[in-house]
C-alpha cells in the first residue's frame, strides 16, 4: 500500500510517502515569511502548497497515484478519536471555521490529490479537536464557558499504542497519563482508550509552555482586558504565542533556557523549574481523575528530549505511577499507520457529521 501523507504547519509543509509501514522519504518544504504574506489567509494558501507538493513529488519521480492520501486534521467541530474518511461535510467545515490554522490544510489538500486518481480515498486522523471529555471535565465554573478539549491527540495516541505494544497488551485495556511537551503542552487522562480530560492547550489552560501562558488568574486577566493597554489581538498573543517562557526569558526555545541555566542565570532556571512544577501539577490532577489506577506516565513531544525536565518530572509525579519518555513525536507515521489500518481492514473509518 503507498500512502502519502500530507502535514501542513504555520512556516512548513510535511510530506512523506510510506509502503505499508516503511517511509520512502519524509521531507519538509519550508515557507518563508514573505511567501506567507502574499495570501490574505491561510485558505488562501490551498493551491500554493497543493503545487509545492506535486512538485516535490514529481522532482522524486513518484506519481501523484496513492491508495490513500492522508493529512493531518485541522479545527473542526469537537469529534470522537479515530480514522475519518474527508468528505464534504468536512470539507465544508473547514472553509467556515472563525479560527484558521493552517493544519486546517489537511485534508483539503489531501482530498484534492486523493481525486487525481478516481476512487483514492482521502483521510485525516485524530484531529486536535477531538472531544471524549467526560460530563465533569466539560464543566467549569459558569455554563457561559464550557471546557473545550484541544491537545495533541495524533501523537499522545501513537504514543499510547507503541506503549501498549511494548507491554503485550491493548491500548483500550490501560488507564494512562499522557502529557505532549512542545510549543503547547496539553496534558491527558486515558481511560481504557478515551482521553477522558485534558486541558486547553491551544486556548489558555493547563501549565504554561515555552511560548503559551497557560491558566491565569481570571479576575486579573479579566481587568487587563478592560485596562486599555492592549487590544484583544494583543492579548490573544500574550496568551498564546508569547506567553511562559516566551514572555518571562524572550525565547520559547527550551533548549536556550537550558544552556542559560547552566551558564548560571539564576533567573532562567527559576522560570524552567516552575514550567516543571505546573506541569507535574496537571499531571498529578490527572491522577485524580483516574482514581489513582494508572498503569503508566508517558512524556512525549520535543521537549522531553530534555534529561533534566524529564528527571525532575519523575522526581515529582513517580509515585503514581512508572514514566516513560518518548521523545520528540512522528505525526507522519502516526498518519500513515492510521490510513494504512483502514486499508487492510484492521480499523474502520469514521463519518464526519
Not at 522532482?59 to 475519518?84: C, H, M, N, W
Amino acid at each position: 500500500m503507498r500512502i502519502l501523507v500530507i502535514n501542513p504547519g504555520s512556516t512548513s509543509t510535511k510530506i512523506a510517502v510510506f509502503e505499508d509501514e516503511k517511509p520512502l522519504f519524509v521531507h519538509n518544504i519550508h515557507h518563508e515569511p514573505d511567501e506567507l504574506a502574499k495570501f490574505d489567509d491561510v485558505i488562501g494558501q490551498r493551491q500554493w502548497r497543493k503545487q509545492l507538493v506535486l512538485d516535490e513529488l514529481e522532482q522524486r519521480g513518484i506519481p501523484a497515484e496513492f491508495d490513500a492520501v492522508v493529512g493531518r486534521g485541522g479545527l473542526t467541530k469537537p469529534i470522537e478519536g479515530g480514522v475519518y474518511g474527508v468528505n464534504d461535510a468536512m470539507l465544508d467545515d473547514m472553509e467556515k471555521v472563525q479560527q484558521h490554522h493552517a493544519s486546517d490544510l489537511g485534508c483539503l489538500i489531501a482530498h484534492e490529490i486523493a481525486a487525481m486518481k478516481p476512487g483514492t480515498p482521502s483521510f485525516v486522523a485524530d484531529p486536535v479537536t477531538v472531544d471524549e471529555l467526560n460530563d465533569y471535565a466539560r464543566m467549569s465554573g459558569t455554563p457561559l464557558l464550557p471546557r473545550v478539549s484541544i491537545w495533541h491527540a495524533l501523537n499522545q495516541r501513537a504514543t499510547a499504542r507503541r506503549y501498549a505494544k511494548e507491554v503485550g497488551c491493548k491500548y483500550e485495556d490501560l488507564n494512562l497519563i499522557i502529557c505532549h511537551l512542545g510549543g503547547g503542552i496539553s496534558v491527558a487522562a486515558h481511560e481504557h482508550g478515551r482521553a477522558v480530560d485534558v486541558n486547553n492547550a491551544l486556548n489558555g489552560e493547563g501549565p504554561f509552555t515555552p511560548e503559551r501562558a497557560g491558566t491565569l488568574p481570571a479576575g486579573q486577566l479579566i481587568k487587563l482586558c478592560f485596562s486599555g493597554k492592549y487590544t484583544q489581538q494583543e492579548l490573544l498573543t500574550i496568551t498564546a504565542g508569547k506567553g511562559g517562557l516566551s514572555a518571562h526569558l524572550g525565547t520559547n526555545n527550551a533548549l536556550e533556557v537550558e544552556r542559560a541555566m547552566a551558564a548560571g542565570d539564576a533567573h532562567a532556571k527559576l522560570v524552567f523549574d516552575a514550567m516543571i512544577y505546573h506541569v507535574a501539577k496537571s499531571i498529578a490532577a490527572q491522577g485524580a481523575v483516574l482514581c489513582g489506577k494508572v498503569d503508566a506516565i508517558l512524556l512525549t513531544g520535543g521537549i522531553a528530549h530534555s534529561p533534566y525536565l524529564c528527571e525532575e518530572l519523575k522526581r515529582r509525579v513517580g509515585y503514581l505511577a512508572p514514566v516513560h519518555v518518548y521523545a520528540g513525536e512522528d505525526e507522519m507515521g502516526a498518519l500513515a499507520l492510521n490510513a494504512l489500518a483502514v486499508l487492510r481492514g484492521e480499523r474502520a473509518a469514521k463519518e464526519y457529521k
